[in-house]
């Protein structure tokens, strides 16, 4: 079911009163009227329960304030980010952004994890704290130069980005014990569980000859690790002169 606040721009309002899945009118402040019979369904925020999955209930707004509210409820978040504003948080809680009408009455996928599953995966897969640290803050700078960048035209998509920052060391310490190469086994995983273009970033973003980063997303998380020293951003010699300190065969 899709949800959308009363209280949201008419313009929006319409584009989801015209989309043929199920739908629903948050009651959040006065409506535009004539919108009112487009709707099956007015609702109190407070009568909606958690929904076994998270498809099963989507919030379309272009208030961020309700993405908060739809993400604490355990719904998926569409941001219409019609105005193209940067996001308001560093860690982006939105399971998709649309930027145009035109995008907003195309069928969704949901293809990346949102941040609550992402942590997941780090929690399942035995990741320690002080490496969830460092990949948190290489997240963080990694999104801010997509979007960054996005308003220069770039073709980069930001939450890919965030969300590949934030699982590119998700085999480190695998990696560590087995003296296998950082980044393949993280790539399987990511795979395996349905994130291919993640894996791809985590798979990317080593120092290593034959695995250089090539898409903008690979490359934005690729520089953002080597900008970060723990959870501290340091730039990239003193980041690499850590690295080789804490790994002296590698030259």
Same mark, same amino acid.
């Given at each position: 079911m899709l949800l959308v606040p009363s209280a949201s721009p008419g313009f929006l309002l319409e584009i989801v009163a015209r989309l043929p899945e199920p739908k629903a009118l948050l009651r959040a402040g006065r409506p535009d009227s004539p919108f009112l019979l487009s709707f099956p369904l007015i609702l109190d925020p407070e009568e909606i329960p958690r929904p076994g999955k998270k498809d099963d209930v989507v919030l379309v707004s272009a208030d961020y304030a309700w993405i908060r509210w739809a993400k604490g409820k355990g719904f998926r978040g569409v941001w219409a980010n019609f105005p193209r504003k940067r996001c308001p948080e560093l860690h982006p809680l939105h399971d998709l952004e649309v930027r145009t009408p035109h995008d907003l009455e195309r069928p969704w996928k949901f293809r990346l994890p949102d941040l609550e599953e992402s942590l997941g995966i780090l929690r399942d897969h035995g990741v320690p704290e002080n490496v969830v640290e460092h990949s948190a803050v290489v997240a963080a700078v990694a999104f801010a130069l997509a979007e960054r960048l996005r308003e220069k035209d770039v073709p980069v998509d930001p939450l890919l980005v965030h969300r590949g920052g934030l699982l590119h060391? +998700?085999?480190?310490?695998?990696? =560590?014990?087995?003296?296998n190469d950082h980044g393949e086994r993280a790539a399987e995983i990511l795979t395996k569980l349905g994130y291919p273009e993640l894996g791809e970033i985590a798979k990317r973003h080593v120092?290593?000859?034959? @695995? /250089?980063? $090539?898409?903008?997303?690979?490359?934005?998380?690729? /520089?953002?690790?080597? /900008?970060?020293?723990?959870?501290?951003?340091?730039? =990239? $010699?003193? @980041? /690499?002169?850590?690295? +080789? @300190?804490?790994?002296?065969?590698? $030259?």
């Open positions: 060391d +998700l085999d480190k310490i695998w990696s =560590i014990k087995e003296g120092l290593h000859p034959e @695995r /250089l980063p $090539r898409t903008w997303e690979e490359k934005l998380v690729f /520089l953002a690790d080597k /900008l970060v020293e723990g959870k501290e951003v340091v730039g =990239i $010699r003193r @980041r /690499l002169s850590a690295l +080789l @300190r804490r790994y002296p065969g590698f $030259r």
